[in-house]
C-alpha cells in the first residue's frame, strides 16, 4: 500500500513539470474547484521565483477574434475587451 503524502499543491506542481495543463483541467484531475486551482498555480509561481525553475503561462485567448493581450496571465477573463465575446481559451500552464 503506497500513500501519497505530498499537498494538492507538490502535486500540481509536480504535474505541471511532466505536462501542460489549464486551470480546469487541473481542478478536474486533482478534485477541487477552479478558484483553487488557480490559487495553487498563483503560490506555485511565487514559490519558483527562488528556484531554477519558472512557472510559463501561454495566455488566454479570444476564440472568436483572436485577442491575447490580456493584463491578467493567470485568470481567465470573463469576456474578450475588443469584441465582448464569452468564447476565450483557458490559460494554459507549465513549469520549466
Same mark, same amino acid.
Given at each position: 500500500?503506497? %500513500? !501519497? #503524502?505530498?499537498? %494538492?499543491?507538490?502535486?500540481?506542481?509536480?504535474?505541471?513539470?511532466?505536462?501542460?495543463?489549464? *486551470?480546469?483541467?487541473? $481542478? $478536474?484531475? /486533482?478534485?477541487? %474547484?477552479?478558484?483553487? $486551482?488557480l490559487?495553487?498555480?498563483?503560490?506555485? *509561481? +511565487?514559490?519558483?521565483?527562488? *528556484? #531554477?525553475? =519558472?512557472?510559463?503561462?501561454?495566455p488566454? *485567448?479570444? +476564440? &472568436?477574434?483572436?485577442?491575447? #493581450? /490580456? !493584463? #491578467?496571465?493567470?485568470?481567465?477573463?470573463?469576456?474578450?475587451?475588443?469584441?465582448k &465575446? =464569452?468564447?476565450?481559451?483557458?490559460?494554459? /500552464?507549465?513549469?520549466?
Open positions: 500500500m503506497s %500513500t !501519497d #503524502d505530498r499537498t %494538492t499543491r507538490e502535486k500540481i506542481r509536480a504535474h505541471l513539470r511532466k505536462e501542460e495543463a489549464e *486551470a480546469g483541467a487541473l $481542478a $478536474a484531475e /486533482f478534485g477541487v %474547484t477552479v478558484e483553487e $486551482a490559487s495553487h498555480v498563483e503560490h506555485i *509561481a +511565487r514559490s519558483l521565483e527562488s *528556484a #531554477d525553475e =519558472e512557472l510559463l503561462v501561454a488566454p *485567448a479570444c +476564440r &472568436s477574434c483572436g485577442f491575447e #493581450d /490580456f !493584463d #491578467d496571465l493567470i485568470n481567465r477573463p470573463s469576456r474578450c475587451p475588443e469584441c &465575446s =464569452e468564447n476565450l481559451s483557458e490559460p494554459v /500552464f507549465t513549469v520549466r
